[in-house]
């Protein structure tokens, strides 16, 4: 009998919930609760290095001050990324691209690698041609899904890596995502949940994969829903309710 694929589970920054976002421990506690996938984000440091932070500015999340692209990597090296979460995490580092991708491929990591290219508020000239040559000499065994909420820089790197899945991030402009899906731009859709609920969204053709999914209402809504993903801060309680709902 046709049985429908379950959700994917997958971590916000890592098990933002839990553990200091974007961080190694982050996405390593993703991992032991069972993600099925790992959301992060990649931006440019000063000095055009790969790196892993949400924010264009480091100060909510480090002790630090000012830009992500003003500083090189080895200033966004010192500084601390744990202590904003709590005193246990301090000295925490922020991580590059590649210490994420090393992480997952020791782990056997076999499931939705989610990159969301953060460009949509400073463009970072050159970033999709780095990751399409980080990419090229490093082979991952896993999905690689890449996402942004500017459509120039998926189509971009579509161009020059068309090997890799695609999808189109969205608030509230779902019109542009929808044509771009329509015109096979992207495979993914991934919206903001209160989009998907105020739209009644759903198409079964369509990878949907809403963001944040936290409460445990949302979840039970994208679950019932078979969505293809859900994007969580909290893995683990994800993966405990949807063995409740789809078995
Ligand atoms: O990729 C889903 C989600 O991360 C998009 O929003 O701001 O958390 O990066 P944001
Ligand atoms: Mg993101």
Request: glycine share 6%.
């Amino acid at each position: 009998m046709f049985k429908r694929q379950p959700t994917q589970i997958i971590a916000h920054r890592g098990s933002k919930g839990t553990r200091p976002e974007n961080t190694l421990l982050a996405f390593q506690a993703a991992l032991d609760a069972g993600a099925d996938g790992i959301e992060t984000d990649v931006q440019f440091s000063k000095d055009q290095q790969l790196v892993i932070m949400h924010d264009e500015r480091v100060d909510r999340t480090t002790n630090g001050t000012g830009l992500v692209q003003d500083q090189t990597l080895a200033e966004l090296k010192r500084l601390d990324a744990g202590s904003h979460f709590g005193s246990e995490f301090a000295g925490t580092k922020i991580p590059t691209l590649d210490e994420v991708i090393q992480l997952l491929i020791r782990d056997e990591f076999t499931g939705v690698f989610n990159l969301e290219l953060k460009t949509n508020k400073i463009h970072y000239d050159g970033i999709e041609q780095a990751l399409a040559d980080y990419f090229t000499r490093q082979p991952v065994p896993f999905r690689l899904v890449f996402s942004s909420f500017r459509a120039q820089s998926i189509i971009t790197l579509r161009s020059l890596y068309p090997q890799a899945e695609y999808a189109k991030l969205f608030k509230t402009a779902g019109r542009q995502a929808r044509r771009m899906q329509r015109q096979h731009l992207v495979g993914g859709l991934h919206p903001d949940i209160r989009w998907v609920k105020a739209h009644r969204f759903w198409l079964p053709h369509v990878q949907l994969r809403p963001w944040t999914v936290n409460s445990p209402a949302d979840m039970a809504y994208c679950l019932r829903h078979h969505f293809a993903g859900l994007i969580t801060d909290y893995p683990a309680r994800a993966v405990a309710l949807r063995t409740k709902i789809q078995g």
